[in-house]
């Protein structure tokens, strides 16, 4: 992994179109600015992990377990 | 028309236009990329079968058919990604899973799909969303 430091107000690039800026440090936290394209999808990793997880537990239901959505659903 | 296998419903024949495509693929499944809805019948649920993989089928509903009042609040990226004209072209769906005795719903990482383009992505939503469940 390349590590850099950088301080409050300092940026670095990725390619030319990303720009990643620390904005403000206070204690053990970062806050960070990302300049990116508007179609760029950005993510805090914990949450990608997140749905990441739950996509690979859901992405081979058995027809019996279908059974048992349906039914749940039934009695919204 | 394309051709392809699946392992539930066997071999399936689709129209290219009925192919949605998640270009970047599924948060974590980048090879995912086209999918075809499957209306399942007589339910409110339908099943997100994967074009490239025979076994991958999600099982998707309306958000509406589970809570009332679920929002996504979908931001410019998303609309641009889609490349969104008409607001009415948004199609959101949610994954549904088991887990015990509980239905899950994957509220937080919603796919949604432009009706018009079918170009799908699935969103993450940044503000803490409980996943429901529902004891069956």
Do not use: C
Request: aromatic share 6%; glycine share 6%.
């Amino acid at each position: 992994m390349l590590v850099l430091t950088r301080k409050s107000n300092e940026s670095i690039k990725l390619g030319d179109d990303i720009t990643i800026t620390v904005v403000e440090i206070k204690g053990n936290s970062v806050r960070l600015g990302i300049k990116a394209p508007g179609s760029l999808r950005i993510f805090r990793e914990e949450l990608y992990e997140k749905i990441k997880n739950e996509n690979i537990m859901s992405l081979n239901i058995p027809m019996e377990e279908f059974e048992k959505i349906n039914k749940a659903l039934g009695s919204k | 028309m394309i051709k392809f296998s699946t392992t539930r419903f066997g071999v399936l024949e689709a129209d290219e236009e009925k192919i949605i495509n998640f270009s970047d693929g599924l948060v974590g499944l980048p090879d995912l990329k086209r999918f075809i809805l499957i209306d399942h019948k007589d339910t409110p649920l339908k099943w997100l079968q994967a074009v490239d993989d025979p076994d991958i089928a999600f099982i998707v509903a309306s958000p509406d058919i589970i809570v009332d009042g679920y929002s996504t609040d979908l931001d410019r990226t998303v609309k641009n990604y889609l490349q969104l004209e008409n607001e009415n072209d948004i199609v959101v769906l949610v994954i549904l899973r088991v887990s015990g005795e509980d239905v899950i719903a994957n509220f937080q990482g919603p796919l949604v799909i432009n009706a018009s383009s079918r170009k799908g992505v699935q969103t993450i939503l940044e503000r803490s969303h409980k996943t429901i469940q529902k004891t069956s």
